[in-house]
Structures are given as structure tokens and as C-alpha cells.
């Protein structure tokens, strides 16, 4: 997989992605990250690459021409080609107007072989880059941030744990939060439970007894039928009260209604 990111600020970049997953990932060739200096690609005196926007407003706006050559430079076919799925490849624009990166996005950017990550700026993108060049306007969430830096970082961090060999133990990628049993390929240990497009459940470790908080006991038993059902029941408790909306979408079983409702007994 291979990462270009168009910035207006490259020095962003050498600490976000030089650690943990993301630099084994860089030392196997697993990815590789490339960041593109977007004023390298302005050719005026003042390496301009943002002007007022017709019309009026407060702000400068990116212009087009700098990120059109700096992109058709990168080997991508035309935004026609990709849209037809005839390369593996993807050009995203990150905007705070785009569809909102989920992890069902990521696992399907996790299966290209390239992607462009346009970084915007100030008030915005001309919108010529999200309606002739992007095929992907991508926003991490429903707040405004200064630029797309922070959520190119997220989306690499996101798509390279879910490439294959990225993660050392492949299947715990597949029972974590977000994550739906459609992705799961693994049954994995009876212990556990497939997040299912859930919260993940709770976790604990030693010591057993920490201050007096203690571990539940059920986790103790050894019973790996009754640890599935807490931790199932506990991920749907914890689905409920911090994500409500996620159980609208949530593959749900007729022993998931059951716990809900026996966790909603317990809380009464």
C-alpha cells in the first residue's frame, strides 16, 4: 500500500507516522508514505496556492491548479477509471462537508494499492478538486478542525492496522469496536464475541483487586460461555448508553435482545 499526502505543511507529518504500527508497517514495506510539499507545485513568485473566492466570504480558499498537477503527477488513472474500479487506487479529499470515515470506509481503502490524501486549508478546497479530481470527500467527524493533517493521520493510522501482517494478532483486529461480522473471518476463541458493529466490551488485567475495584468475577471462572455472554452483554450496555445510534445499524441476534433487556432489568 502506498500513502501520498498532499500538504501545505510536510513537517507535520515526521512525528504522527514514524511510530507504533504505522513505522513497523514502513520497516516490513508492508506501506510506504510519501508527503508532497503542495507549494512545490505553485509557480508564481509567492508559491501561491489559495486566493479569495468568487463571490465574496471570509477566508482564503485552496486553488485547483496546484493540487490537480501535484496529484495527476502520482500515477493515478482518472477519477473515471477509479470510479469504474479498473485501479486500485484512491484520491481523497479531507473536508469538514465530507461523508464521515467510518471503519466500514477503512476496511474498504484498506484493500487498494494507493491512496491520495489532500490535506485542505483554510476556508476550504475550490470545488473542483471534490467534484472532478477526489472520489472520495472524507471528513473523521462532526467538528471543524484547522486542516485535513490530523485526519490524513487518523486514516493512515486506520487503514494500515487493517492491512494483512500490520498487526502481529490479525484476528484482534477483527472483534474490536465498529468492526461488523460481515469483516470477521475468524471464529476465534468461544472467550470472546465479534463486535458486530458494537462498542467493544470492557477490559481488565491485574491485579484482580485494584483500590477495591474489582474484577468481575465472571471473568475469573473460567467458564468461557458465561465470559462471551458478559462480555457480549456488556458491550451492548456500553453501546447503548455511550453510542445509541450504532444499534440501529447493529446486527443484532435474538440472544443480543435478550441481554439488552436483562441489562436494562439490572439497571432498574
Given at each position: 500500500m502506498k500513502f501520498d499526502?498532499?500538504?501545505?505543511?510536510?513537517?507535520?507529518?515526521?512525528?504522527?507516522?514514524?511510530?507504533?504500527?504505522?513505522?513497523?508497517?514502513?520497516?516490513?514495506?508492508?506501506?510506504?508514505?510519501?508527503?508532497?510539499?503542495?507549494?512545490?507545485?505553485?509557480?508564481?513568485?509567492?508559491?501561491?496556492?489559495?486566493?479569495?473566492?468568487?463571490?465574496?466570504?471570509?477566508?482564503?480558499?485552496?486553488?485547483?491548479?496546484?493540487?490537480?498537477?501535484?496529484?495527476?503527477?502520482?500515477?493515478?488513472?482518472?477519477?473515471?477509471?477509479?470510479?469504474?474500479g479498473r485501479a486500485k487506487q484512491s484520491v481523497v479529499l479531507l473536508s469538514a462537508q465530507g461523508k464521515r470515515f467510518d471503519q466500514s470506509t477503512a476496511s474498504e481503502l484498506a484493500t487498494l494499492e494507493q491512496i491520495v490524501l489532500i490535506c485542505g486549508r483554510y476556508e476550504g478546497v475550490d470545488e473542483r478538486v471534490g467534484q472532478y479530481l477526489a472520489d472520495h470527500e472524507l471528513s473523521i467527524g462532526d467538528y471543524v478542525l484547522s486542516?485535513?493533517?490530523?485526519?490524513?493521520?487518523?486514516?493512515?493510522?486506520?487503514?494500515?492496522?487493517?492491512?494483512?501482517?500490520?498487526?502481529?494478532?490479525?484476528?484482534?483486529t477483527q472483534q474490536e469496536s465498529f468492526t461488523t461480522r460481515e469483516r470477521s473471518t475468524a471464529a476465534g476463541p468461544n472467550s470472546t464475541c465479534v463486535s458486530g458493529g458494537l462498542l467493544d466490551y470492557p477490559h481488565y488485567t491485574r491485579p484482580a483487586d485494584f483500590r477495591g475495584m474489582v474484577v468481575p468475577e465472571v471473568l475469573a471462572s473460567g467458564n468461557h460461555d458465561e465470559i462471551r455472554r458478559w462480555r457480549r452483554r456488556t458491550a451492548l450496555e456500553k453501546t447503548r448508553c455511550n453510542r445509541p445510534d450504532l444499534l440501529r445499524d447493529a446486527m443484532l441476534s435474538k440472544e443480543d435482545a435478550e441481554l439488552l433487556t436483562q441489562a436494562g432489568e439490572d439497571e432498574n
Open positions: 499526502i498532499v500538504t501545505i505543511f510536510p513537517d507535520f507529518f515526521r512525528g504522527p507516522l514514524d511510530y507504533g504500527i504505522i513505522r513497523r508497517a514502513r520497516e516490513t514495506g508492508l506501506v510506504t508514505i510519501a508527503v508532497h510539499d503542495l507549494r512545490e507545485f505553485a509557480h508564481d513568485r509567492h508559491r501561491s496556492v489559495d486566493d479569495r473566492p468568487f463571490g465574496g466570504g471570509e477566508g482564503m480558499v485552496l486553488k485547483p491548479e496546484p493540487i490537480f498537477e501535484c496529484v495527476e503527477g502520482l500515477g493515478v488513472v482518472s477519477r473515471e477509471e477509479r470510479m469504474a486542516g485535513g493533517e490530523l485526519g490524513a493521520a487518523v486514516i493512515v493510522d486506520c487503514v494500515t492496522r487493517l492491512i494483512p501482517g500490520a498487526v502481529g494478532n490479525e484476528a484482534s
